[in-house]
């Protein structure tokens, strides 16, 4: 028995990783699982009649040990990873698949929850006992349980086989990242790059022993070189060098994976007697069907489109002017917005960057979570860590009770996927009388600090610490019984309401003088350039809105149908993204060889959801902006019936006692610009 199958002996019960030991996860998860397939037959093999009590709830609570390791181990593969970890996932999905399976595809232990799920009008359930049952009863139902046996060993090795693709997509998708180097000799290709970005991309190339400049695709380095530099031909060669992961025909190729998948869950599907997969993901959704998703983002599609061409001709014709570019690439894109933004407001990064330094703009978001939920947040440095550059603390509410322990990593390195995201290291329930409080973690890619400077945030990477924070005050403020219906366990296009709402504030005159200070002199930001955002905030809106509207449509392309007939990816790709392409294509390109969201992570047939999201948090900060954005009552509103109800209600409902209406449309449209 491994340390990871013993009570953790820490402070707050956290993960003890320094003395994690790689190699013993593959004991540990087959320790883990011996004892929840244990839990599981005590729940069968109970000679007494099936209560909620003794099924319902002791299903829910069961597991437990397995689902810390695997939270532990996979947030690993995702933030810290290596070949060992990477080997190790490997072996794991499988038996975690198989584990899964064995649950729902127990004709045992369904007849025990379908006989208290028949007799669910006599129990005297509440709201979220309700809810439990109804929840445990559908995933027996829409994961095999009626099937004959033939079908149940084909679904058991769907899911064994779906479980190593996704791992292996990932895999391509860091590999591909960690492999391409762009290595710099002379500082003309550094033209128009901001002094810290050099100094970021020589501080690289001194780390691995090399003269001169490295640019990779990690974000902090990617993004700024496509925005300032002036090179076009370098710019191009960067951008098609993101814009090909998965798709060279090689040991890293993800196009066929890319087919197993969607055939594979197609399959599936039809297996669980669902006419897609699509079908099968939005039952359990607040959008309900494909056909509502596709005329919601059509309808979306309408209404930006005039707007985005509009915004697209005014770009070419401003390169046109400014550099003689008869043709917008995609390499273009980044660069030339970003010298019309500064023409149109007079605003640049460069310009912000100083107020917005990563340590001022973690405690400016931290007092926001104070002033709107009484919130305390103290950095610990008893609390373990994975990497050196993780920040711990010890959240409290106002009577100084712990209300969770959260970890922040914000540097990107080798062993980290791109991108960002909220996880949990431990869930939020209330178990044996006793509230057990989350471990909530964000992760993201900020530049680092350098010699000279320390880690200064662009405006975007500003919201976006904004946004998966929102997502952790979703896992913090956690308060539910049941695990499995605690804190993000929500429908898939409700959660991004936290994440999306809290951005807001990043665009609000009061909540920008509590943080935004020069790093050098602590000056406030200025009044007018807080004017500036403000006025940039829609820049470009309609081409953003039509970017977000083709991953989605391209997400429902593939699951949304029966996609046995494509044999070639991008043929299939350019005509999903028919209605809503602006720039010619690049041959050596393809979206959906990178596309990690709905191949790798839980965005499958929800792709939509953040713009579906969007629409509740326009609607949500309007209300605040009427009672006052700091307002107590409203925050105290969202807290209680948003933030700390989890999935224990539909979200509508929840909304609705929250706002006291179903969300507008019209308030995202108004706030995107799009109507007045």
Request: with cysteine; aromatic share 12%; glycine share 4%.
């Amino acid at each position: 028995m491994t340390i990871l199958n013993k009570p953790f002996d820490t402070q707050y019960n956290t993960a003890p990783f320094s003395k994690l030991k790689t190699e013993e996860f593959l004991s540990a998860f087959k320790t883990a699982i011996k004892k929840a397939k244990s839990e599981i037959d005590t729940i069968v093999n109970n000679k007494e009649k099936p209560t909620f009590q003794n099924t319902i709830e002791a299903l829910d609570y069961s597991g437990e040990e397995l689902d810390r390791i695997s939270s532990i181990f996979f947030n690993l593969n995702s933030a810290e990873t290596n070949d060992e970890i990477q080997k190790i996932a490997q072996e794991v999905s499988p038996l975690l698949s198989e584990f899964s399976n064995d649950i729902a595809l127990n004709e045992d232990l369904f007849n025990r929850v379908k006989s208290v799920f028949d007799s669910k009008s006599d129990l005297k359930l509440n709201t979220e006992q309700a809810t439990l049952l109804d929840k445990k009863y559908k995933s027996f139902a829409r994961n095999g349980a009626n099937l004959p046996e033939d079908k149940k060993e084909r679904l058991r090795a769907i899911d064994k086989e779906l479980s190593q693709l996704k791992l292996k997509f990932g895999e391509h998708i860091l590999a591909e990242t960690n492999k391409f180097e762009m290595h710099l000799t002379h500082i003309d290709n550094l033209d128009g790059l901001p002094e810290g970005a050099k100094e970021a991309a020589k501080q690289l190339a001194e780390s691995k022993g090399r003269k001169g400049w490295l640019i990779t695709l990690d974000y902090p380095s990617y993004i700024p070189f496509m925005t300032h530099a002036k090179s076009r031909s370098l710019r191009k060669k960067l951008s098609k060098a993101f814009g090909s992961k998965g798709f060279k025909s090689d040991e890293l190729d993800n196009k066929a994976i890319v087919l197993k998948i969607s055939n594979l869950r197609y399959e599936r599907a039809q297996l669980l007697g669902y006419q897609t997969h699509a079908h099968f993901v939005l039952e359990e959704r607040m959008a309900e069907s494909p056909v509502k998703v596709n005329h919601f983002l059509e309808d979306l599609l309408e209404k930006a489109k005039p707007a985005a061409i509009k915004e697209f001709k005014k770009l070419q014709d401003f390169a046109k002017e400014f550099d003689g570019i008869d043709q917008l690439q995609k390499w273009d894109s980044a660069y030339y917005s970003e010298k019309l933004k500064q023409k149109l407001f007079d605003l640049d990064d460069e310009k912000l960057k100083p107020y917005f330094k990563l340590e001022n703009v973690i405690e400016g978001a931290f007092t926001v979570a104070n002033k709107l939920f009484g919130l305390e947040f103290n950095e610990m440095d008893t609390i373990d860590k994975y990497h050196k550059d993780v920040m711990t603390y010890k959240v409290e509410d106002a009577d100084g009770e712990l209300v969770s322990i959260f970890y922040a990593d914000f540097f990107p390195r080798a062993g980290k996927r791109n991108g960002a995201w909220m996880t949990s290291f431990k869930p939020q329930m209330i178990k044996n009388g006793t509230n057990e409080r989350p471990h909530v973690s964000i992760v993201c890619n900020f530049t680092k600090p350098t010699k000279s400077k320390p880690s200064l945030l662009t405006f975007n990477e500003v919201t976006t610490l904004f946004h998966e924070f929102g997502h952790a005050l979703h896992g913090m403020l956690a308060n539910t019984t049941y695990p499995s219906l605690s804190g993000t366990s929500v429908y898939w296009d409700f959660v991004e309401l936290p994440s999306q709402i809290l951005e807001n504030w990043c665009y609000e005159e009061e909540t920008l003088k509590l943080f935004a200070k020069h790093y050098k002199t602590d000056q406030v930001i200025p009044m007018e350039l807080i004017e500036k955002i403000k006025k940039s905030a829609n820049f470009n809106e309609g081409m953003q809105t039509l970017r977000q509207l083709s991953f989605g449509m391209l997400d429902m392309a593939w699951h949304g149908v029966d996609p046995s007939e494509i044999k070639d990816i991008k043929t299939y790709e350019l005509k999903a993204f028919g209605e809503t392409q602006l720039y010619p294509d690049v041959k050596a390109n393809c979206m959906s060889t990178a596309f990690a969201h709905i191949f790798q992570g839980g965005y499958s047939s929800g792709y939509y959801s953040y713009k579906w999201a969007e629409v509740l948090d326009a609607d949500a900060f309007e209300y605040f902006k009427e009672e006052g954005i700091f307002n107590k009552t409203v925050a105290n509103k969202f807290k209680t019936y948003v933030l700390s109800q989890g999935g224990t209600e539909n979200p509508m409902t929840l909304y609705k006692k929250f706002r006291g209406q179903e969300p507008k449309p019209e308030a995202l449209l108004r706030r995107a610009g799009l109507i007045k």
